[in-house]
T-cell receptor, first 112, second 111 residues
Framework: SQKIEQNSEALNIQEGKTATLTCNYT??????LQWYRQDPGRGPVFLLLIRENEKEKRKERLKVTFDTTLKQSLFHITASQPADSATYLCALGSGGSYIPTFGRGTSLIVHP | IAGITQAPTSQILAAGRRMTLRCTQD?????MYWYRQDLGLGLRLIHY???????GKGEVPDGYSVSRANTDDFPLTLASAVPSQTSVYFC??????????FGEGSRLTVL
């Protein structure tokens, strides 16, 4: 069956360090992969989209990689700040419908 | 710019009652979605609509119905609520690029 895996344990890092979150998938042939940020009590907010033929995408302090051989995406936040503390969700779109399916998310906590 | 508006933001409901969660968008997006989010289970798709007049079932459609009479509105109805439908419900729409825009959620408690 199709599965999207994100680390269920919270990632704790010090301010200024690079945070790296992982999204692994099985039994998918995604056309694209997205990352969202979700704050407590709020709806998810779109951050980045990377397509199957792209290896890397950047936006300000954010970088996403997409390795279709390893079936993995890495999401990096450089020079992390306490304001980056949130839950980060990955989502895959595949097949004809392109409706994204979400992972369970990983909580990031950046300590001052 | 409102984006996606959901109502109510929170509701406590007796089991067996009928409930409609409202969702309105002002971005003229063709596609709209309803997800539920439960602790430990993440976001799961309930129903979707690719365009006005069409709807489809997602991963967990049982006990829910939707309609899409026009582009802007996509209400979700629980015909007879059960406690397992206690959840946070998110409505979303997407543009041609595939980016989803979410509302702030409707927190529903069924007793």
């Amino acid at each position: 069956s199709q599965k999207i895996e994100q680390n269920s344990e919270a990632l704790n890092i010090q301010e200024g360090k690079t945070a790296t979150l992982t999204c692994n998938y099985t039994n998918y042939s995604p056309a694209y992969l997205q990352w969202y940020r979700q704050d407590p009590g709020r709806g998810p907010v779109f951050l980045l989209l990377i397509r199957e033929n792209e290896k890397e995408k950047r936006k300000e302090r954010l970088k996403v990689t997409f390795d279709t051989t390893l079936k993995q995406s890495l999401f990096h936040i450089t020079a992390s700040q306490p304001a980056d503390s949130a839950t980060y969700l990955c989502a895959l779109g595949s097949g004809g419908s392109y409706i994204p399916t979400f992972g369970r998310g990983t909580s990031l906590i950046v300590h001052p | 710019i409102a984006g996606i508006t959901q109502a109510p933001t929170s509701q406590i409901l007796a089991a067996g009652r009928r409930m409609t969660l409202r969702c309105t968008q002002d971005m003229r997006h063709n596609a709209m979605y309803w997800y539920r989010q439960d602790l430990g289970l993440g976001l799961r798709l309930i129903h979707y609509s690719n365009t006005a007049g069409t709807t489809g079932k997602g991963e967990v459609p049982d006990g829910y119905s939707v309609s899409r009479a026009n582009t802007d509105d996509f209400p979700l109805t629980l015909a007879s609520a059960v406690p397992s439908q206690t959840s946070v419900y998110f409505c979303a729409s997407s543009d041609a690029a595939g980016e989803l825009f979410f509302g702030e959620g409707s927190r529903l408690t069924v007793l």
